[in-house]
């Protein structure tokens, strides 16, 4: 027991004295906050026919669970890739998703949908930028968990979506 506890001050001390000289940030950055968006263009969406989404919004909601952020995403959906023909191309979709830490997200961050209904990883933020990755991450409601559509471009593989800050009211439903 001694020398357990006397590794893991020893790893506790030189976590706190090197980490800062090596210029290592924490693994756990600070919770994200914000309002994060982007609007495609039909010239981008031509050239990625399987994209999905026309415009994505995402906000936190710091307020709602104090210490764990909250994500809502707000997504219309563009008439290609697997929304073609479907009859959801042009519709609306919104969900929300409980963060948490997670070592594999390049932030420290990641957002799931209630009863695996998708994660998505929040792998860079900056002031300007937001660099989220999925592989699925159900939206809308529905009697399935997390909604009827699927924000991945092909679900099990990987999407990066990169979004840029945007005021507040641009993120708020109906904007």
Request: hydrophobic share 40%.
């Amino acid at each position: 027991m001694r020398s357990i506890t006397f590794i893991s001050v020893g790893a506790l001390i030189a976590g706190t004295i090197l980490a800062p000289l090596l210029g290592a940030t924490p693994l756990f950055a600070q919770s994200p906050e914000g309002c994060w968006a982007r609007a495609y263009s039909d010239a981008h969406l031509a050239k990625h026919p399987a994209q999905v989404v026309e415009n994505i919004s995402i906000s936190f909601d710091l307020e709602f669970e104090p210490g764990r952020p909250w994500i809502d995403v707000q997504v219309d959906v563009a008439d290609q890739g697997h929304a073609a023909g479907t009859g959801q191309g042009g519709n609306t979709y919104g969900q929300s998703a409980r963060c948490f830490e997670d070592a594999k997200a390049g932030t420290g961050w990641s957002c799931s949908v209630e009863c695996d209904g998708g994660i998505m990883r929040i792998d860079r933020l900056t002031d300007a930028e937001m660099l989220v990755r999925l592989e699925t991450f159900w939206m809308g409601t529905g009697d399935d968990c997390g909604g009827p559509f699927n924000l991945a471009e092909v679900p099990g593989q990987t999407v990066a979506y990169k979004l840029f800050r945007q005021p507040a009211a641009l993120c708020e439903p109906g904007a």
